[in-house]
């Protein structure tokens, strides 16, 4: 399984852009990458997941280089409301019957007014 | 829709003691199963995955054991709990078949060990 780095903190203001960046460098050719969103005392939350290029949904974009050794992880105009820890994970998902992927320690996002 | 369910939402068990989380997933069939446990501060650790029936993965060794009774039922257990057993609990599913990592999340149970 591929393990993810990513900074543990990052601070940034309200109505500012936000790129998180995580690498995986030994990501395998089936593994898809995927990112939460976690409050406290809460289960993370399913952000955004992709395979390559850019994925853009109706919270966040996606942005993977052609040998998708690392993603970033796009906000834009973020919120007080977005101050959350941020996890970037890889694996092959529901797909494959040994599903399992890891949740690193995830990077504290904080956002100021 | 699909709704998942974990209970209780807290607990404060005495070291020895034993326990069981109960996980239930409503509106999907067959789904995969996770359970999870976070320590303050930290990120999550799968603990068990299922993909059917009485089919149980265990990530890591510990005292710790799960089951699954029923299709969309997912139980957490321990005979007898350790101080290191404390942390916030979560139950996850998924749907097989698909690609990706996608996975909801339950409301989580916190346990307390003293």
């Known amino acids: 399984l591929a393990k993810t780095t990513q900074p543990i903190s990052m601070d940034s203001y309200e109505g500012q852009e936000v790129n998180i960046t995580c690498s995986h460098n030994?990501?395998?050719?089936?593994?898809?990458i995927t990112w939460y969103q976690q409050f406290p005392s809460q289960g993370p939350r399913f952000i955004i997941q992709?395979?390559?290029t850019k994925v853009t949904n109706e919270v966040a974009s996606l942005f993977i280089p052609a040998d998708r050794k690392s993603s970033t992880l796009s906000l834009p105009r973020v919120s007080l409301s977005d101050t959350a820890v941020y996890y970037c994970?890889?694996?092959?998902?529901?797909?494959?019957?040994?599903?399992?992927?890891?949740f690193g320690s995830g990077t504290r996002l904080s956002i100021r007014p | 829709s699909q709704t998942i369910h974990q209970w209780p939402a807290t607990l404060v068990q005495p070291v020895g003691s034993p326990l069981s989380l109960e996980c239930t997933v409503e509106?999907?069939?067959?789904?995969?199963l996770y359970w999870y446990r976070q320590a303050a501060g930290r990120g999550l650790q799968l603990l068990f995955y299922?993909?059917?029936?009485?089919?149980i993965s265990s990530e890591v060794p510990q005292n710790l054991s799960a089951s699954r009774p029923q299709d969309r039922q997912f139980i957490l257990s321990s005979k007898k709990l350790l101080l290191s057993d404390s942390g916030f609990y979560l139950c996850?599913?998924?749907?097989?078949?698909?690609?990706?990592?996608?996975?909801?999340f339950g409301p989580g149970t916190r346990l307390t060990v003293l």
């Open positions: 994970l890889v694996g092959d998902g529901p797909y494959s019957s040994a599903s399992k992927i890891i």
């Open positions: 509106g999907t069939s067959n789904p995969n």
């Open positions: 299922s993909v059917g029936i009485g089919q």
């Open positions: 030994n990501i395998a050719t089936n593994d898809y």
């Open positions: 996850a599913w998924s749907t097989p078949g698909t690609d990706g990592n996608e996975q909801f």
């Open positions: 992709g395979y390559k």
